[in-house]
Structure formats: structure tokens, C-alpha cells
């Protein structure tokens, strides 16, 4: 289970491309990154998942250097409704799921 | 992805009284659930992991006779707070993950007011 930081709060405006970087020095070989989103009163959403390089799927991109310590979340021209917090997590099947502070992104218009 | 779902989604209960959270997988079997509280503006906190026909493991500081665990089969768990008091009023999430995956769906989360 990697400790993980992230900042503590990002703001942006509508529109534009925002992008999320998490730290994880201590990740296992075996641990995978995964990113979820929180909207108030409600359980965290699964964004996306990575091991290495580069992931995208319709909602966002996940981009893994090599040597795996970090990563970042691209969130791809970001509306309102964007406005949550985001949790990175590195972990694998053996682990609890631990979650971090987590970044407050606050869109304005 | 894999549906989860909570019941109920609020609840208000007597300072006192016990109340039982229950949590399904809809459309997948979970052999490992996860039970969380989460204070305001604050992050998940773990209270205790569930695997399916054995007793659960809880965290450090979490009183497993306060807060009851039973994953009594691949789809269901249940979280029941005892002599719930105010200070137990949170949001609690249960989370279940599909087998040896590494992905893991969360449910809506149960509002718990204790009055």
C-alpha cells in the first residue's frame, strides 16, 4: 500500500484542461494506481485505473513515469460539474484500500 | 462498472437505539467489502475489512462490539452501530472488490444522524 500525497486544493475555470499530479515514492512493484472521485454525500467513483505509461478512457487520462513514484490526472476541458475531490490511491489485491486527504478541485465559471 | 448499493441512505436514530446498515453487491460477488466513516470535509476513514464467511478485521482504534460486521454471503454485508450515540452520527461507505481484482466500487454512502 503506497502513501500517497497530493495537493490539498486546485482551482480552475470551465473549459480548461486540469491536471492532478499524486506522489507515491514508496509504491510496490505490485501496486496499481487508481484515481476516484467524490461529490458530496455520495460514495466514491472509479475514474481510472493504471500500472504504467499512459491510460485514457472517455472521462479522463492517467499518465505513470517510468519510474512509477508519481503520477497525474488529466481531466480533459472540465465543466461545473467537475467540482469534487479527487482521490489517488496506489494499491493491489492484497491490501486494504486506504485513502489519503485527497485534492478539493473547484471549477468556477 | 460493478454496482453497489447501500440501504438506507439516511437514517435518523435515538441516542440508544442500534441501526443496521446494509450493503449489496448487485451484479457481481465480493468476497472482500470494506466499511468506512467519513467526517466533513474530511477523507475516508478505513473502520474495518469484511471477507465473506469469516469474522471481520478492524482498524486500529474502530470497537468491534460497537460496530457490528456480518458478511454473510458474496453479496451482502451488513454494518449495525449499538447503542448508536451522537458522536457515531457520520457517513458510512462500504465498498466491495470483485475477487483478486484490483478495481473496487463504492456504494452511495448511509447518512447517520443519532439525535
Known amino acids: 500500500l503506497a502513501k500517497t500525497t497530493q495537493p490539498i486544493s486546485m482551482d480552475s475555470y470551465e473549459g480548461q484542461e486540469v491536471n492532478i499530479t499524486c506522489s507515491h515514492n514508496?509504491?510496490?512493484?505490485?501496486?496499481?494506481i487508481t484515481w476516484y472521485q467524490q461529490f458530496p454525500s455520495q460514495g466514491p467513483r472509479f475514474i481510472i485505473q493504471g500500472y504504467k505509461t499512459k491510460v485514457t478512457n472517455e472521462v479522463a487520462s492517467l499518465f505513470i513515469p517510468a519510474d512509477r513514484k508519481s503520477s497525474t490526472l488529466s481531466l480533459p476541458r472540465v465543466s461545473l460539474s467537475d467540482t469534487a475531490v479527487y482521490y489517488c490511491?496506489?494499491?493491489?489485491?492484497?491490501?486494504?484500500?486506504?485513502f489519503g486527504k485527497g485534492t478539493r478541485l473547484h471549477i468556477l465559471p | 462498472g460493478a454496482v453497489v448499493s447501500q440501504h438506507p441512505s439516511r437514517v435518523i436514530c435515538k441516542s440508544g437505539t442500534s441501526v443496521k446498515i446494509e450493503c449489496r453487491s448487485l451484479?457481481?460477488?465480493?468476497?472482500?467489502m470494506f466499511w468506512y466513516r467519513q467526517f466533513p470535509k474530511k477523507s475516508l476513514m478505513l473502520m474495518a475489512t469484511?471477507?465473506?464467511?469469516?469474522?471481520?478485521?478492524?482498524e486500529q482504534g474502530v470497537e468491534k462490539d460497537k460496530f457490528l460486521i456480518n458478511h454473510a454471503s458474496l453479496t451482502l454485508s451488513t454494518l449495525t452501530v449499538t447503542s448508536a450515540h451522537p458522536e457515531d452520527s457520520s457517513f458510512y461507505i462500504c465498498?466491495?472488490?470483485?475477487?483478486?481484482?484490483?478495481?473496487?466500487?463504492f456504494g452511495q454512502g448511509t447518512r447517520l444522524t443519532v439525535v
Open positions: 451484479d457481481f460477488q465480493a468476497t472482500t
Open positions: 469484511s471477507n465473506e464467511g469469516s469474522k471481520a478485521t478492524y
Open positions: 514508496n509504491i510496490a512493484t505490485n501496486d496499481y
Open positions: 490511491l496506489g494499491w493491489n489485491r492484497d491490501d486494504k484500500i486506504i
Open positions: 465498498s466491495a472488490r470483485i475477487g483478486d481484482d484490483t478495481e473496487a466500487f
